[in-house]
């Protein structure tokens, strides 16, 4: 390796910290308290409003599919559109933390992940007295085809670096491309504020089949043939940074922390959650300290 590999310790947040706000396909409140977690325990969420509280891991394994956005399951209980807030988890690096929620869609918010930042911030951070034991891909795990691809390659830092090309064709969206380094810093400064988007004719179906009936153009970004309806954009380029936002997310079901660069053409949630899939799946040995 060109890089000196050195593991942090485990982190959780210090004190607990919560968000409310309406899920986008329900249209239902929600509120979500994040919890300290000890060593080991990872991301969990738990369905506080059932009448038998149901814990549900934030791991691959318990992923379903489903249209537009990452969904868990255990048993008949669910949580859905999870990606945002573990994206701001993943993406601050807090390995240990328990999500308690009171209904199954989390908050849309302003369809970025900023608020989850914005309370993780809030909460501070606490180190665990035991080192992280990250999956380090040794060699070329790919998912997709020409179409639509994503694939993890060995490291090229220590942590996750990302390469991504988002192409919608001729419109206002078009070609887009982002390389970034996976840090915390990064994360809060080029990625956490960046908003789910989608073309109006795709919200307009969305609609019609009575999904998304509380969301508005301000909420998040609908795109018309001059761009952005009755919103503005944030950065130029905030489609694709929206795109890694969901792969930070996405690929943080492996559940450990990734050691990789990953590579990505036009590749969503299904995809990401494929390679997730493939490297919880790959049993590379644990790097030493």
């Not at 990625?191 to 969305?206: I, N, Q, S």
């Not at 019609?208 to 153009?217: I, K, M, N, R, V």
Request: aromatic share 4%; charged share 25%.
């Amino acid at each position: 390796m060109q890089y000196e590999m050195r593991l942090r310790s485990q982190r959780t947040l210090r004190k607990p910290v919560s968000v409310t706000g309406v899920g986008y396909w329900s249209g239902r409140e929600n509120r979500v308290e994040l919890e300290p977690a000890g060593v080991g325990v990872g991301v969990v969420f738990v369905r506080a409003d059932l009448a038998d509280a149901v814990t549900i891991p934030a791991v691959v394994e318990h992923r379903v599919e489903a249209s537009s956005r990452t969904n868990l399951c255990v048993g008949t209980a669910r949580v859905e559109m999870v990606e945002h807030l573990l994206s701001a988890l993943a993406g601050l690096d807090i390995d240990c933390c328990r999500v308690r929620v009171h209904g199954e869609e989390m908050p849309g918010l302003d369809g970025s992940s900023l608020a989850f930042v914005e309370a993780i911030d809030a909460a501070g951070v606490e180190e665990l007295h035991a080192p992280i034991d990250p999956i380090v891909v040794d060699s070329v795990i790919r998912v997709g085809d020409d179409t639509a691809w994503i694939e993890a390659s060995p490291p090229r830092c220590a942590g996750l670096s990302v390469d991504y090309e988002l192409d919608y064709g001729d419109g206002p969206i078009g070609r887009q491309v982002l390389s970034l380094r996976v840090t915390s810093e990064a994360y809060r400064a080029g990625l956490a504020a960046a908003r789910t988007f989608l073309p109006a004719e795709d919200a307009e179906r969305l609609r019609a089949a009575g999904h998304g009936l509380s969301a508005t153009t301000g909420d998040l970004l609908i795109f018309g043939p001059d761009g952005p309806i009755g919103n503005t954009l944030r950065w130029p380029d905030e489609c694709v940074r929206h795109k890694v936002l969901d792969l930070v997310g996405d690929l943080s079901l492996a559940g450990r922390p990734i050691h990789a660069h990953v590579r990505a053409y036009r590749s969503g949630h299904r995809l990401n959650g494929a390679l997730a899939s493939r490297l919880a799946a790959a049993r590379l040995e644990p790097t030493s300290a």
